[in-house]
């Protein structure tokens, strides 16, 4: 049997023994994957497979993160539902690429949120202590305007 499978956020080394959805053959189902060293292990629906990620010679390294020309999105999101642990930003602070800007608490482990890009916070939609859900906007917020030459 082939699957065709799509998985985010598979590399990287953050999901070590988290929830993630996946489409398979069309088809969303919620996947508990876990990363021991090379060796992943994926249970879908009770039946637990393994399998490993071959590199090619000619590969690059995959890199997280948005491609090089693309605008990165400064919207933060919860990846999974959760609990706001606490807001670390407020409308109007001014935040570096990679700075933390809410811990949110998933799956019993809190996850510090880093901001994707540098800029000003222009919205907060949550605040500590209060449940969200997956891909829920919980900050925005906006790059410096840049000069076009």
Known sequence: MCWNIVVSDLLGGETMGEIRKVIIDGE?????????GEQYSATIEGRTFEFTIPESKDAAPRKR???GGRKRSGTVSASMPGKVV???????DFVEEG?????????????????PIS???SEVHCEDGINVEANIPLVVITPPVQDED
Request: without cysteine; proline residues 0%.
């Open 119 to 121: 800029g000003t916070v």
């Open 86 to 92: 606490t807001v670390e930003v407020s409308v109007g």
């Open 65 to 67: 993160g948005s491609g």
């Open 28 to 36: 969303e189902f919620e996947v508990e994957i876990e990363v021991d």
């Open 99 to 115: 700075q933390t800007i809410l811990i949110l608490e998933a799956m019993k482990m809190q996850n510090e949120v880093a901001a």
